[in-house]
Each structure stands twice: as structure tokens, then as C-alpha cells.
């Protein structure tokens, strides 16, 4: 099956920046949709981005995030400026088959955390 691995998480001050990574292994990486959400303390999990046959971003991000991939590396990226403290939260990554019909997500990252300081 599809493993991926995320990294690159740590603490930051409000206005900072970080870039995640996500390497995947398991299966051709150009044939899935790359994906990553986010889970706080308390909250549920929620999407963030989306890398596939379009690119996707939730509102509160637009702007200051941006996913990218690079399919020979087997890497998704999202990079995250301009943080805002409510950006803490473990972030994760994920993947389904390109084109899926389902809005579900079949693999997932162990998660990393992120942490923004005021």
C-alpha cells in the first residue's frame, strides 16, 4: 500500500514561514491526488489543500499557502507563509486515486506538527 511520511513541522513565531514535505512510496505518485488537512485540539480534522486534475485551497488559507508536487521525487509540499497562531494544529498528508469519484481519502501520514506562536 501507499506510506507517506510528512515532515518539516516545528515552531514558528506569527508571520513565519514553513514548508511540510510528504514523501510517498507504494504506487506511481502521478497517479494520485495529493492532499493535506489539518486537526487542532478539540476540533475535527480539516481540509487544507489539494494537489490532483486541479488544485484546491479552504478559504483561510488562499493567499499564504501553496501546494506543489514533484512527481519524479515522489514529494508534496505545502508551503505556509504569513502563519497565523489559529494555523496551529498536526497537519497531515493523504492521497486517493486521481479522479476518484469519492471525496475520501484512502492513505494517510502519521501527521506533523505545527505550532504559531503570537
Known amino acids: 500500500q501507499v506510506q507517506l511520511v510528512e515532515s518539516g513541522g516545528g515552531l514558528v513565531q506569527a508571520g513565519g514561514s514553513l514548508r511540510l514535505s510528504c514523501a510517498a512510496s507504494?504506487?506511481?505518485?502521478?497517479?494520485?491526488?495529493m492532499g493535506w488537512f489539518r486537526q487542532a485540539p478539540g476540533k475535527e480534522r480539516e481540509f487544507v489543500a489539494s494537489?490532483?486534475?486541479?488544485?484546491a485551497y479552504t478559504d483561510s488559507v488562499k493567499g499564504r499557502f501553496t501546494i506543489s508536487r514533484d512527481n519524479a521525487k515522489n514529494t508534496v509540499y505545502l508551503q505556509m507563509n504569513s502563519l497565523k497562531p489559529e494555523d496551529t494544529a498536526v497537519y497531515y498528508c493523504?492521497?486517493?486515486?486521481?479522479?476518484?469519484?469519492?471525496?475520501?481519502?484512502?492513505?494517510w501520514g502519521q501527521g506533523t506538527q505545527v505550532t504559531v506562536s503570537s
Open positions: 493523504a492521497a486517493k486515486p486521481l479522479r476518484s469519484l469519492s471525496r475520501a481519502y484512502d492513505y
Open positions: 507504494g504506487r506511481t505518485f502521478s497517479s494520485y491526488t
Open positions: 494537489s490532483g486534475v486541479s488544485t
